[in-house]
């Protein structure tokens, strides 16, 4: 069973950085999307950055330039490093996957999350001014 561990989320302030990790076990998939989704308090989760297996990237455009999703394989963990923190960015952050690559390029559409099969329990990333 695939199994989904995030942490690394905290307190920090405006201007500041936070690398969020997530462990993954059992992914077994030959191909697949994983993604950083976030959601704050009264508003939809949304997407906020993919990558597949062969390293392909997609952001979201509010964290463009910011943010910067990464995996490594050898030890099955996904990264999301995150500069320049705004309050904006302050939310839950989880991290999915799913065995269809083609989603990583959906990661931009509304409502895409609820179609990734795998979820992790989220870490909670607050930005102070």
């Known amino acids: 069973q695939v199994m989904l561990v995030e942490s690394g989320g905290g307190s920090v302030q405006a201007g500041g950085s936070l690398r969020l990790s997530c462990a993954v076990s059992?992914?077994?998939?030959?191909?697949?999307?994983m993604a950083w989704f976030r959601q704050a308090p009264g508003k939809e989760r949304e997407g906020v950055a993919s990558?597949?297996?062969?390293?392909?990237?997609i952001y979201a455009d509010s964290v463009k330039g910011r943010f910067t999703i990464s995996q490594d394989n050898a030890n099955n963990i996904l990264y999301l490093q995150m500069n320049s923190l705004s309050t904006e960015d302050t939310a839950m952050y989880y991290c999915?996957?799913?065995?269809?690559?083609?989603?990583?390029?959906?990661?931009?559409?509304?409502?895409?999350?609820?179609?990734?099969?795998?979820w992790g329990q989220g870490t909670q990333v607050t930005v102070s001014s």
């Open positions: 999915a996957a799913d065995p269809r690559r083609s989603l990583m390029t959906s990661i931009r559409v509304p409502g895409v999350f609820n179609v990734f099969k795998h």
């Open positions: 059992a992914l077994t998939y030959k191909t697949y999307s």
């Open positions: 990558i597949d297996d062969s390293g392909r990237t």
